[in-house]
């Protein structure tokens, strides 16, 4: 559907309800198309582990408690 773009202001709601039901809505201005109007699709992609794999290295003490002489710097 071509639309030019006082009709689509007056009717903005009608044609979001169109374009969410598949139909393809281009909207114009001066007889020339300025945009398409189409539903947001966000796809959610799995997260994948392991892009670091062999680039970093974590110490097995990462986790042990902190000297004190570091863990009184943060309370004195």
Same mark, same amino acid.
């Given at each position: 559907?071509?639309?030019?773009?006082?009709?689509? #202001?007056?009717?903005?709601?009608?044609?979001? /309800?169109?374009?969410?039901?598949?139909?393809?809505?281009?909207? &114009?201005?001066?007889?020339?198309?300025?945009? &398409?109007? &189409?539903?947001?699709?966000?796809?959610?992609?799995?997260? #994948?582990?392991?892009?670091? /794999?062999?680039?970093?290295?974590?110490?097995?003490?990462?986790?042990?408690?902190?000297?004190? /002489?570091?863990?009184?710097?943060?309370? /004195?």
């Amino acid at each position: 559907m071509i639309v030019n773009i006082h009709e689509a #202001k007056a009717n903005f709601s009608k044609l979001i /309800n169109r374009a969410l039901d598949g139909e393809e809505i281009i909207i &114009t201005k001066d007889g020339s198309p300025l945009i &398409t109007l &189409t539903p947001y699709n966000h796809e959610i992609s799995k997260r #994948k582990g392991g892009q670091f /794999n062999g680039i970093i290295q974590i110490a097995d003490d990462f986790d042990a408690a902190l000297p004190n /002489n570091i863990l009184n710097s943060f309370y /004195n």
